[in-house]
């Protein structure tokens, strides 16, 4: 998890360097109209691929924390193990698949 706390954080630098907004000289250019809104959907698309990434990193945290306390693998809300196969294919997991199918709804 470590590893992927690593990578997610890579990630995220990456798409901030891509980000259209980055350029300082951004603000005082006259580009056209067209290009303003490339840029802004640009932008609003890398914003939002660094949220959904963030999140992922806040769950490694909580995980890490879990493993630390020996509460690894357990449910957050109903308190039974979490399956090893959904943890071999989401590490990061806070709930069994009972519990965040009924956390979704």
Known sequence: MEEERRKSHNQIEELKKDDPFADPDHA??????D?????????????????????????????????????????????????????KLIPEASFCIDCEKHLRK
Do not use: W
């Open 28 to 33: 005082s250019d006259n580009a056209a109209v």
């Open 35 to 87: 290009t303003d809104v490339r840029e802004q959907v640009g932008h609003d698309t890398i914003e939002a691929q660094v949220k959904d990434i963030q999140k992922r990193v806040s769950e490694i945290d909580n995980a890490l924390k879990k493993i630390n306390k020996n509460q690894y693998g357990y449910c957050g809300r109903c308190k039974k193990p979490i399956p090893q196969a959904r943890l």
